[in-house]
């Protein structure tokens, strides 16, 4: 469990017990708590067994300190589990709808004992939420709205929050004996930047006799972070977690594995093509194998490995199949070599304590170069992003100064001095043009005015690239997946100015940005435009972040070649003066 993590249970009790209506300084002893954590730059987790240092911590107390070692103990909290089972755990549902806090909730409840975002949109087509004191016919239309946003967004998970919930729930089913396979499989092995629901399966001797599979589901139903039981089979049950993802697990016999890897990784549009081309060479193919179709005798099934290449196809990876020309090119062998993580020599967008970020330069320095990086770059902001305490010229040029004293002291790393300047809303950079001559890297970014005219957003994004300093364009779209749209502006104007001014595109790996996606990313690419994958680091923990960027660029088929963070240190600072090869 991270810090993250435990802060939203935090958070969550301290909501719960103000709909309960217990003491304010209970329910502040909570949010404190849950705040402390969750900007503490040191994991609970290796320090829990060390009670002094956890006491350390302002905010946290004798008692939290009990609450905590309960959570790593048993996976919850009692404070929390026991109100959830009072109140029912939808309640956590409705907490997440914009504008509902705990106090109009409590005031359904203790009027409706309705806990639940059906029924709380029920009440308000009813009327029934305007007749609760201090409550109006304003506020159920503000309400109605704002559930309304909560479905349209609900329903899908960033890529991170989808990959910490699969890996939990793997590791539980990896301790019980007789599973011996288990992958998730669908969107999220496909590397999908939102994920809809978790499928995950399971091979081995689990899975083969009825009274196995029964104890099997059982021990499955047990998996403590399960709300509810939406359906349960033969060989398989889908339940709902506690944040409300859908999980599949299915049990396959391990002469069925591969099949089902191949059928429930998708995407169904890739599936489609592939059953008809297995048609066509007089095979089926189906979850639990590819057969002959007059004997039906399978001739292939325990791998995917050996259903594609019965197939006379290469094999392709699981994030290109989508349909979109993967299935031709695997059978002409002209795939792409994907880059990998391994293809990377340096992360070059990271900020640190000097701005809004948590770690020190030589903090991020020694992550960097724990990941084997060859290079990095501090880029913190500039000042017009006052509530990030952005640099101006004279701040910029002291922190240039200490970025090259500890690139001076650190050995088999290179720390270039780098800037995330911002493009104001005219298109001029925040920063003087001699200090951004001095940076190695400029990533020319937009965080604010985000709602121009396209016509005249586009303008300012090309002013930004045709400026002799700008290196790259940081997450060029602005979108924030699930909360915010890109702004609007022309990408092709952008891409074909980006190309000639050797500008190049941020593929930033931040999940929850992901900018840009994957379309661009290949609109880039034929625009012959150039990208950097970085993380935009705000803690020396989101370096690891990288993995969701690389997966992203996969999905774009992109090679090593379309990426310059992949480049030797001399060719990529040379790259960053719009030298491209
Ligand atoms: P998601 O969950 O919305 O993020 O996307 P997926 O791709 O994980 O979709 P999901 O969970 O509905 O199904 C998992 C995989 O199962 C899907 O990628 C392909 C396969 N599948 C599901 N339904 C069908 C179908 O009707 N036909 C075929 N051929 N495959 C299907
Ligand atoms: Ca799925
Ligand atoms: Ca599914
Ligand atoms: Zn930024």
Known sequence: MDNKSIATVLYETADLLEIDGQDSFRIRSYRNAAQAIENHTEQIRDIISEPKKVLAIPGIGKGMLVNLQELFKDGQLTVQAELLKKYHPSMLQ?????????????????????????GVEKLAREGKIRELPRMGEKHEQKLLKAIEDYRRISGRFLIDVAETEAKKLTDYLAKFAGFDKITPAGSLRRGRETVGDLDILVAGTACCSPEERQKSVRYIAQYPPLMDIIGQGDNKISF??????????????????????????????????????????????????????????????????????????????????????????AEKHTLPTLITLDDLQGDVHMHTVETDGRNTIEEMADAARVRGYKYMAITDHSKNLAFANGLDDKRALAHIQRIREANDKIEGLTIFAGIEVDILADGDLDLSDDVLAQMDVVIASVHSVFNQEPAKMTERLLKAVANP?????????????????????????????????????????????????????????????????????????????????????????????????????????????????
């Not at 391990?254 to 998708?266: K, L, V």
Request: charged share 25%; net charge positive; proline share 4%.
């Open 240 to 329: 709902r977690l506690r944040n409300d993802l859908q999980v599949d697990v299915r049990l396959l016999p391990p002469e069925s594995f591969g099949a089902a890897m191949q059928y429930f990784t998708g995407s169904k549009a890739h599936n489609v093509a592939l059953r008809q081309r297995a048609l066509k060479m007089g095979y089926t193919l189906n979850e639990y194998s590819l057969a002959d179709l007059k004997t039906e005798r399978p001739v292939a099934g325990r791998t995917e490995e050996e259903i594609y290449a019965k197939l006379n196809l290469e094999y392709i990876p699981p994030e290109l199949r989508e349909n979109l020309g993967e299935i031709d090119a």
């Open 94 to 118: 409705l907490l997440k709808i914009q504008g509902l806090g705990p106090k109009t909730i409590a005031l359904i409840w203790s009027a409706y004992q309705v806990s639940d975002v059906d």
């Open 469 to 581: 300093n700008t290196s790259i364009i940081g997450h060029p779209t602005g979108r924030l997946q699930l909360r915010r749209d890109a702004y609007q502006f022309d990408m092709d104007a952008i891409l074909t100015a980006a190309a000639h001014h050797k500008v190049a595109m941020e593929l930033n790996s931040y999940p929850d940005r992901l900018d840009l996606n994957d379309v661009h990313l290949r609109q880039a690419k034929q625009r012959g435009v150039k990208i950097v994958i970085n993380t935009d680091s705000h803690h020396a923990s989101h370096l690891d972040k990288i993995r969701y960027g690389i997966l992203q660029a996969r999905r774009a088929w992109l090679t090593k070649e379309d990426v310059l963070n992949t480049l030797p240190i001399r060719k990529f600072a040379n790259a960053m003066k719009h030298a491209w090869n």
